[in-house]
Nanobody
């Protein structure tokens, strides 16, 4: 069974930092693209950042210069370093990837981790 598990969320004051992790398991090989998304209360889920297995990165304008996405392919793990956090960054953060179990690909989402930024 393929799955993604996030960790690292929490409560932090504005201007603080947090580091999220997302570990993939059950996959035959490291996924190509992995991404972070977030959903604030009453809002739709939105794109935050993506990274390919080759290291190509893309960010939402709202987080550029503050967030850094990275990954360790050998560990099938992705990270999101979040600095200079703002109250508007408060959301549930989800990771996403297409995981291959040897038979087919699954568009897989993690369970989410809560990030709360107080003003």
């Amino acid at each position: 069974q393929v799955q993604l598990v996030e960790s690292g969320g929490g409560l932090v004051q504005a201007g603080g930092s947090l580091r999220l992790s997302c570990a993939a398991s059950g996959t035959i090989f490291s996924p190509n693209a992995m991404g972070w998304y977030r959903q604030a209360p009453g809002k739709q889920r939105e794109f935050v950042a993506t990274i390919t297995s080759g290291g190509r990165k893309d960010y939402a304008d709202s987080v550029k210069g503050r967030f850094t996405i990275s990954r360790e392919n050998a560990k099938n793990t992705m990270y999101l370093q979040m600095n200079s956090l703002k109250p508007e960054d408060t959301a549930v953060y989800y990771c996403n990837a297409d995981l291959f179990d040897g038979s087919r690909y699954y568009d897989t989402w993690g369970q989410g981790t809560q990030v709360t930024v107080s003003s």
